[in-house]
């Protein structure tokens, strides 16, 4: 009895992720801090071996992730970059391949204070 004729191998390939988040931070709330929170939600979310393969990305997801973090009373938008720095803001994003996984590399923040904007990039924008 033959159960398969033929079986590929094949390694994971790691999608880069590079996101995009705008918000206003709370009164008396270090942008900073929220910033930092944010990368690390981020990362955490994003983590090696808790993503599926090739499950497409749903912005919606990391609006929640984003709103998790502490300090934030509004958010305006979470957009996802690929590699080439190109935004991209469908509903889901998918990945490239079936055996893709999200490598989280950075997330670039504008973030609202009370007299100024802030802009924070955490992580490793590799495009920038």
């Not at 398969?4 to 270090?30: C, M, N, R």
Request: net charge negative.
């Amino acid at each position: 009895m033959t159960v398969a004729d033929f079986v590929w191998v094949s390694s994971l390939v790691y999608a880069p992720i590079h996101t995009e988040v705008i918000a206003k931070v709370l009164p008396s709330t270090s942008p900073a801090a929220v910033a930092e929170a944010i990368y690390q939600q981020l990362r955490e979310y994003f983590k090696p071996g808790k993503y599926p393969p090739g499950e497409a990305i749903i912005l919606k997801e990391l609006e929640y992730q984003v709103r998790l973090s502490q300090g934030i009373q509004y958010l305006h938008s979470v957009t996802i970059g690929d590699t080439y720095n190109q935004p991209y803001a469908p509903v889901n994003f998918p990945l490239p391949l079936t055996h893709s996984i999200p490598e989280f590399r950075s997330v670039s923040c504008i973030l609202q204070g009370s007299d100024r904007d802030y802009r924070y990039i955490k992580g490793n924008p590799d495009f920038f």
